[in-house]
C-alpha cells in the first residue's frame, strides 16, 4: 500500500512539472492591462490589487470608471472615496457611472455623492451614467459640462431653475425615472442640449403637477422647445406631446399600463420621420385610429414596427381611413406587427397595408401561441386568409413567425 502511495504522489509531482506554468498576464503592457480592468465593474477591479502593487496602480489610472453598488457598502463607498478623491485633475477620464442601490444612512459617513460629483468636474468626461435607486435630489449646476457626450441618468429627483443647465457638446440623453419640480425645468434642460441627436425618455414625473394636468400633459404656458440636431427619440406615450422632436428620422413610443386610448392631443408633422417603432405593454389600451392618426402626420415613412402586448386591448371598432395615406401608399417599405391577435381590427389593418402599400417589399406577422392546436385552427385560418389576399405590391414578401408561451 505505501508503495502505491508513493508511486501516487510521484505521478502528481510529475504532472504538474509537465505543466510548466507560465504567468502570462504579468507579461502584458499596463495599457492593455487597463483596458481589459475597464471591462469590470471598478470595485470588483480592484480586487486585483490583492496581486501585488503594481495591479493597485493600474486600477488608480483607470480611464473608465464603473462603480456598482452590489453588496458591501460600506466597502464600496471605501473605494470610491479612495479612488475619486485622489485622482489627479490632469488624468484622463473617459466614462464615469455611478450605480447607487442602497439608501443614504446619516451614520454612513463615507457616503460623500456631493464630493463624488464635485471630484468629477476635474476630469474631461465624455460618458457620465448616474442610477441613484433612493432618488437622491441632485442640484442643476451639477449638468454644466463642456465634455459630456453621453448622460443618463436614472431614478434620481432634479432640483427647480433648471436653467443653469449647460451641456453644448451633449449628444445622447437618457433619463428614465427622473422627476423635475415643473414642465419648464424639464424643458430648460433640454434646452441645455443644443445639438442633442438621440433623446430616450421614461417615466418622466413632475412634482408640483397642477388639476390642469392630465396623464403628465403639460400645462398652459409651458415652453416650446426645437432640438434642431435631433435624429433619433423614444419617448412614454404618457410624455408625447412631441415637443421638440418632429425633426426625428427614428421614433419609438412605448405605452404602459393604463395609458388611454386616444393618448396622442397633439401631433406635428413628422418631415423626416422614415422609422417608428410602437411598443404596448401589459394591460394597455391598443387604438389602430391613433396608428393611423400618426401615420397620416409622417408622409415619409418607410419602416412600421408594432409590438403588442398578448392582452392589449381596443374598446372600439376599427375602420378603415377613407382617404389613403401618403406614407403607405407611397413609401412604405416593411412593415411588422408582432403578437397579431385574432381580433377583427388587427386583420383589417393588416389588410388595409397591404391593399394599399404600393412599394412593400416585406410584411411581417408574429402569433403568440400556447399550442400546436392554435397552429392549425385560429392562428392557421388568420395565416390562411392573409396569405390568399390580395397585394398591390408584387414583390412584397408575407412571412409568419410563431412563437410558444408557456
Not at 100 to 113: A, G, I, V
Not at 379 to 386: A, D, N, P, S, T
Request: proline share 2%; glycine share 2%.
Amino acid at each position: 500500500m505505501k508503495k502505491r502511495k508513493e508511486r501516487s504522489s510521484s505521478a502528481v509531482q510529475v504532472s504538474y512539472d509537465d505543466l510548466n506554468l507560465v504567468d502570462r498576464i504579468s507579461d502584458l503592457s499596463d495599457e492593455l492591462l487597463r483596458h481589459i480592468l475597464c471591462f469590470l465593474p471598478t470595485n470588483i477591479a480592484f480586487t486585483t490589487s490583492v496581486l501585488s502593487k503594481r495591479w493597485t496602480k493600474l486600477c488608480y489610472l483607470l480611464p473608465v470608471l464603473r462603480f456598482e453598488d452590489i453588496n458591501d457598502h460600506h466597502r464600496f463607498c471605501r473605494i470610491v472615496n479612495s479612488v475619486m478623491l485622489s485622482r489627479v485633475t490632469n488624468q484622463p477620464l473617459k466614462i464615469f457611472s455611478l450605480n447607487c442601490r442602497f439608501m443614504e444612512r446619516k451614520q454612513n459617513s463615507s457616503f460623500n455623492l456631493k464630493k463624488w460629483l464635485e471630484a468629477t468636474k476635474r476630469h474631461c468626461i465624455e460618458e457620465f451614467h448616474l442610477n441613484l435607486h433612493f432618488h437622491h435630489t441632485l442640484k442643476p449646476v451639477v449638468f454644466i459640462s463642456q465634455t459630456f457626450v453621453v448622460l443618463k441618468l436614472q431614478r434620481l429627483d432634479i432640483e427647480k431653475d433648471t436653467s443653469c443647465v449647460d451641456l453644448p457638446s451633449l449628444k445622447t440623453l437618457n433619463l428614465e425615472y427622473v422627476s423635475f419640480e415643473n414642465w419648464n425645468d424639464y424643458i430648460n434642460f433640454l434646452y441645455g442640449c443644443p445639438i442633442l441627436e438621440d433623446l430616450q425618455v421614461e417615466d418622466i414625473s413632475i412634482r408640483t403637477l397642477t388639476k390642469h394636468y392630465e396623464n403628465n400633459v403639460p400645462d398652459v404656458g409651458f415652453k416650446s422647445l426645437t432640438l434642431a440636431k435631433l435624429v433619433r427619440a423614444s419617448i412614454d406615450s404618457k410624455d408625447a406631446h412631441f415637443n421638440g422632436i418632429d425633426n426625428v428620422e427614428f421614433l419609438r413610443i412605448i405605452k404602459g399600463y393604463g395609458s388611454k386610448e386616444e393618448c396622442f392631443e397633439f401631433i406635428p408633422v413628422f418631415s423626416n420621420l422614415v422609422h417608428i417603432e410602437l411598443v404596448f405593454w401589459y394591460h394597455s389600451i391598443h387604438s389602430w385610429d391613433g396608428v393611423v392618426e400618426l401615420l397620416r402626420h409622417s408622409p415619409r415613412l418607410q419602416i412600421l414596427f408594432i409590438k403588442k402586448w398578448r392582452k392589449t386591448r381596443s374598446s372600439k371598432e376599427w375602420k378603415c381611413p377613407i382617404s389613403n395615406l401618403e406614407c403607405v401608399s407611397s413609401h412604405l417599405r416593411s412593415c411588422t406587427i408582432l403578437n397579431f391577435d385574432n381580433s377583427a381590427n388587427d386583420l383589417r389593418f393588416a389588410k388595409y397595408i397591404l391593399q394599399n402599400a404600393r412599394i412593400l417589399q416585406d410584411m411581417k406577422i408574429g402569433f403568440v401561441i400556447k399550442s400546436l392546436n392554435e397552429i392549425l385552427l385560429e392562428k392557421g385560418q388568420i395565416k390562411e386568409e392573409l396569405s390568399s389576399f390580395s397585394r398591390i405590391s408584387r414583390g412584397c414578401k408575407l412571412s409568419f413567425e410563431f412563437k410558444f408561451i408557456y
